[in-house]
């Protein structure tokens, strides 16, 4: 098979209009366009939310004030405690081991531990945030949390 002789499947393409051919051909003259006017020109209609010279609605409403039009917020990189329950008991977790043991393969920012799955087995979790579930799941297994980073630092990057 050559690229030349690849075609569409029977019955997925259809021909199109040939407009301004003749009366016969069922869309002569003025193409289905009526008679002249706006609509009836190249690339024909008014711009979007044109309401015809009345002010437009997004003209109408007013302003929300001191509405940002950005928020940046922290970025985190998130793991589960799923993900941790193959962890040997006494395992010191951080970003920077995760990334070792290749559970996270990309660094998104600061680490932040969620809480679903269960974890049996006594861990040192060192990470910028935590969720209360993930914590107390973490210290009912008998481990314990370290928060490391400071909230501003990580809203930084």
């Known amino acids: 098979m050559r690229l030349e002789d690849i075609r569409p499947q029977p019955g997925s393409t259809r021909r199109r209009r040939r407009l ?47 509405f940002p039009r950005y928020v940046r917020r922290p970025q985190y990189t998130l793991i ?13 977790v951080s970003l920077e081991s995760l990334m070792d043991l290749g559970i996270v393969t990309t660094n998104d920012g600061p680490l932040k531990i969620l809480g679903d799955g269960e974890v049996g087995v006594p861990l040192t979790i060192r990470a910028a945030a935590i969720t209360p579930s993930a914590r107390a799941k973490v210290e009912a297994a008998g481990g314990r949390v370290e928060l490391v980073g400071s909230q501003t630092a990580s809203a930084g990057s």
């Open 20 to 66: 301004g051919r003749g009366i016969a051909a069922g869309q002569g003259a003025s193409c289905g366009k009526g008679m002249r006017g706006q609509k009836a020109r190249k690339g024909g209609g008014p711009r979007p939310g044109f309401e015809g010279g009345q002010t437009p609605l997004y003209r109408r409403l007013p302003k929300l004030k001191h």
């Open 80 to 92: 589960n405690l799923r993900a941790l329950a193959k962890l040997p008991a006494g395992s010191e």
